[in-house]
């Protein structure tokens, strides 16, 4: 677990471009998301009001893949980036994103502008010829 966490911290342990999937209305749907990779989850910025964010309301089993990295979560809208409690990981996200994060794409004063946290309960790691699993 150790090799995987280290792995994946290198990874996408900062601005990374990963597929998501949801499903809605029994149709899948996959779409490229900027995401961040901390302790067993990839977060992103997003709008409470989207497809996705209603898709994973509905249901919050995803899937997920990037960089020879493929596997499943739980997605949870973590309530508007400038909550109290999302304090921490809306700083972690606007560093990450920074290149990309003030150019009119996010809102922040705009109270659907939410965080997503997709907590991994599965995956495979693909890393210098180690196949490394979750969990």
Not at 13 to 30: C, E, F, Q, R, Y
Not at 50 to 58: D, H, L, P, T
Not at 75 to 102: D, K, V
Request: proline share 3%; net charge negative; aromatic share 8%.
């Amino acid at each position: 677990m150790k090799r995987f966490e280290e792995v994946m911290a290198e990874r996408f342990g900062k601005d990374s471009l990963i597929a998501l999937a949801t499903v809605g209305d029994g149709t899948p749907h996959v779409r490229t998301v900027n995401a961040v990779y901390r302790d067993g989850a990839f977060y992103c910025v997003t709008y409470a009001l989207s497809g996705k964010m209603k898709q994973i309301a509905a249901c919050p089993v995803v899937a997920v893949c990037g960089e020879w990295f493929t596997g499943h979560g739980r997605g949870e809208n973590l309530g508007h980036i400038l909550a109290p409690e999302n304090e921490q990981t809306a700083e972690m996200l606007r560093r990450a994103f920074a290149s990309w994060y003030g150019n009119g794409h996010v809102n922040e004063q705009d109270e659907h502008t939410c965080i997503l946290r997709i907590t991994l309960t599965d995956g495979v790691l693909m890393a210098q010829g180690e196949r490394l699993l979750y969990p």
